[in-house]
């Protein structure tokens, strides 16, 4: 009935709307955590930052942790405004169990890149290379939305602008504007992986829910 089809919907609505509201103070806590960790300073941030040495000795918690260090202040407030950035603009396709699968895998996925095929780098920390990572993850996701057609060709042109800067980043180095901190180079290559990790996770996705429909419909 037409009641009971109400209810369906408002009970849904009220469910998103909690998802939603726990996803924002998520948000907040890890921001929080990040603050926390600069404020306490190097105790904290030797402890967590990606350490090569380290990590092949057993402390794995580095692989996910070393996202969380940074190297000063600015450092910090560059990539918290490209984090609140992202999730203001692609919040929907980063929200829930997805968005936590994202940020998990894309990290992971990064570490897992610089310990493997970046054994010259000793240590590294930021969330540049999540950040890149999380971007393309939710553009290409915002892409083959069927339901949002409105931003599918705006991440389309995203897309080629940050494989552009990636391409640039490999062959010739940092951009010109790329910021400089305390005469620490940027570690393009994280970039790199981040930019893949996330590729990989969202075809990961995209064919799961394929191959979801083609069942469904066959049933």
């Not at 969330?127 to 599918?152: E, P, Q």
Request: net charge positive; glycine share 10%; proline share 2%.
């Amino acid at each position: 009935s037409e009641y009971e089809y109400y209810f369906d919907c408002h009970n849904n609505m009220k469910s998103k709307l909690k998802i939603s509201n726990l996803f924002w103070w998520l948000i907040i806590g890890f921001i929080a955590l990040m603050i926390l960790i600069e404020l306490v300073g190097d105790p904290v941030n030797l402890w967590l930052r990606y350490d090569r040495q380290a990590i092949l000795e057993g402390q794995l918690w580095r692989l996910f942790t070393g996202h969380l260090v940074h190297l000063g202040w600015q450092h910090l407030l560059l990539n918290l405004a490209g984090l609140i950035l992202t999730y203001l603009v692609f919040y929907r396709y980063l929200i829930g169990g997805q968005g936590i699968a994202a940020v998990l895998g894309i990290a992971f996925g990064v570490s897992i890149g610089l310990l493997w095929f970046s054994p010259g780098l000793a240590w590294y920390v930021g969330l540049s290379g999540l950040l890149h990572g999380l971007l393309i993850f939710a553009a290409i996701m915002a892409v083959f939305d069927k339901t949002n057609s409105n931003r599918k060709y705006y991440s389309i042109l995203l897309i080629v602008l940050l494989l552009i800067k990636i391409g640039y980043e490999q062959i010739i180095g940092p951009l010109p504007t790329s910021a400089v901190i305390k005469n620490y180079r940027v570690i393009t290559v994280a970039h790199l992986y981040g930019v893949t990790s996330g590729t990989i996770l969202v075809i990961i996705i995209l064919v799961r829910r394929y191959l979801i429909q083609i069942k469904r419909s066959t049933d």
